[in-house]
Nanobody
Framework: QVHVAESGGGLVQAGGSLRLSCVTS????????MGWFRQTPGKEREFVAA??????????EYGDSVKGRFTISSGNAKNTVVLEMNSLKPEDTAVYYC??????????????????WGHGTQVTVSS
């Protein structure tokens, strides 16, 4: 069973920064992709960022609302990702979820593209 664990959420003032981390365990092979989504009450889960490993290349994708402010990265192991969030805005307030794909996915911008999810970590940006 794959376990996905997020950490690093919290409260920050507008304009500030936060760093979220995500680690997966329990999979006998590397993840094919890892992503971050966020959700506020009454809304669908929104794509934030993804890191996709394909052959020897790595691809980075971002949602329009965070492009230029957030950065997703990974270490050498394909089971850890970090989301650096800068210039945070009150509208970035949400529960942030990490997800991992255990097979090739072309739908990394949607929740359908991922097999395993964490429980989420709260990010609150005050104005």
């Amino acid at each position: 069973q794959v376990h996905v664990a997020e950490s690093g959420g919290g409260l920050v003032q507008a304009g500030g920064s936060l760093r979220l981390s995500c680690v997966t365990s329990g999979r006998s092979f590397n993840n094919f992709a890892m992503g971050w989504f966020r959700q506020t009450p009454g809304k669908e889960r929104e794509f934030v960022a993804a890191l996709i490993w394909s052959d020897s290349r790595t691809f980075y994708e971002y949602g329009d609302s965070v492009k230029g402010r957030f950065t997703i990265s990974s270490g050498n192991a394909k089971n850890t990702v970090v989301l650096e969030m800068n210039s945070l805005k009150p509208e970035d307030t949400a529960v942030y979820y990490c997800a991992a794909a255990g097979k090739t996915t072309y739908y990394y911008r949607t929740t359908d593209g991922y097999d395993d999810w964490g429980h989420g970590t709260q990010v609150t940006v005050s104005s």
